[in-house]
């Protein structure tokens, strides 16, 4: 079946600018996170969504960023005024039930001007 | 905290040769330990995870809670096992830990002909 989508695939922006990242789980997973891929930062937890929970919001770096699921499928991260250290692949991944594997989306490659 | 330490930015070996990839963790409760590999212009994906005890392309890691470690191997090293290695932690048994999981920075394996 698909697996995790994510996009756009590459954004470009510039600095000040909002930018909003999408993700599309795996049909039926119920639990949905965000991470960060940097240099020099390796992957870094930001959010993680669990059915209708309310969001482990604790990774978040500042409070530029956000992030939201709705109908417990589709999540949208915007960074709000981006800096150019927001500059990063952003990953999002799903999972099924507790002990289940995460599997991985390909990445948004955010790059601020 | 948790944390998790990939002591090597990068590892050169040879084709056949054995290769083995340095994890350490720090977690004072239950942990479950992943490794996740990364292919040029692929997803990140699960490569093993230590409760399942098994081989997954010639790669073996045991989990040493003495040592706190989950040193991933492989005897003899193949061309296509280039890529980017990640070890990960997950928390077992805290809800609030979300079942994020927490990465090290990543090794990279250049297998050379």
Redesign the interface.
Known sequence: GA??SQSPSNKVTEKGKDVELRCDPISGHT?L?W?RQSLGQ????LI?F?GNSAP?K??LPSDRFSAERTGGSVSTLTIQRTQQEDSAVY?CAS?RG?QE??Y????TRLLVL | AQRVTQPEKLLSVFKGAPVELKCNYSYSGSPELFWYVQYSRQRLQLLLRHISRESIKGFTADLNKGETSFHLKKPFAQEEDSAMYYCALRCLGIKAAGNKLTFGGGTRVLVKP
């Open positions: 697996g995790v639990a996170y991470y390796g992957l870094e937890f993680y669990q482990d604790s990774g990953l999972k507790y594997t995460q991985f989306g390909p990445g």
